[in-house]
């Protein structure tokens, strides 16, 4: 299954011979407990139809990205994943900081916190504290479209900064992975003083250019510098990237 997921990933989806190398996938009944089969999260009990894609359960999703989780994850850390989604990095982390490690994730979707939930069950996590809010940067209440922060929606959620959450006694991380789907901006705002005194690692995806050049420019005033997914080689004009405080 691996080997055609990599083939059909080198074909265009609008292709015959595409969309024909992604029917296997297609037919895989959602729900269905399977071992994930390769990558950062092997062996790992995920649930089909959770999560952005089927990558997650076979081995492949972001492995780029994982790369950097392997590099800057240690045991016993702290860890935020904030925009948790179904959980995929919240495994991971699960297993990088161990035992005596601890994680908090962040998610303000009710579907996406039900799907997490149900992962960190099947695969017995304790160290994992589920937050089902989003992160901005204050306390308060934001329009959510199920997916994402909008100006009007019938559907509400409330909101909470990291550094509102961290005064109110909980860890100070030493890693954060964050991806809001456009509000990281807003959230790094609401992280002056952990950027000012904690300096954790941090793992962004930004989602364009203009989000990605305001968050550089927040985190570059407090002496953060950023790569690729290596931690040493120069990003360049990549919307995800890493930032590590200078030394």
């Known amino acids: 299954m691996n080997i055609l997921t990599a083939i059909a990933d080198r074909v265009s ?42 990558r997650c359960w076979l081995g492949n999703y972001e492995e780029d990205h994982t790369l950097a989780l392997e590099r800057l994850v240690r045991r016993e850390m702290v860890a935020y994943d904030v925009g948790a989604n179904a959980g995929f990095y919240t495994l991971a982390l ?14 303000p979707d009710a579907r996406s916190v039900c799907q997490l939930r149900h992962h960190l069950r099947l695969n017995k996590v304790e160290n994992v504290t589920v937050v089902q809010a989003a992160i901005g940067s204050s306390a308060g209440l934001v329009a959510f479209d199920g997916w994402r922060v909008i100006r009007e929606s019938a ?3 409330p909101t909470i900064s990291l550094d509102e959450f961290v005064a109110f006694g909980h860890p100070v991380p030493d890693f954060i992975k964050m991806d809001i789907e456009g509000g990281e901006a807003a959230a790094l705002e609401g992280a002056k003083n952990l950027l000012c005194s904690a300096h954790p690692d941090w793992l962004l995806a930004t989602h364009s250019a203009e989000l990605m050049a305001s968050c550089k420019t927040t985190l570059a005033q407090h002496g953060y510098r950023f790569t690729g997914f290596d931690c040493s080689s120069d990003p360049g004009s990549a919307a995800d990237f890493v930032a590590l405080l200078s030394r």
């Open 155 to 157: 559907y509400v959620l």
């Open 94 to 107: 699960s297993r990088l900081v161990g035992p005596a490690g601890r994680v908090f994730e962040f998610e």
């Open 13 to 54: 989806h609008r292709t015959m011979a595409g969309r024909a190398l992604r029917i296997p996938l297609r037919l895989v009944p959602k729900g269905l407990v399977v071992p994930v089969l390769g990558g950062i999260n092997r062996g790992v009990r995920w649930s089909t139809g959770a999560g952005p894609n089927s």
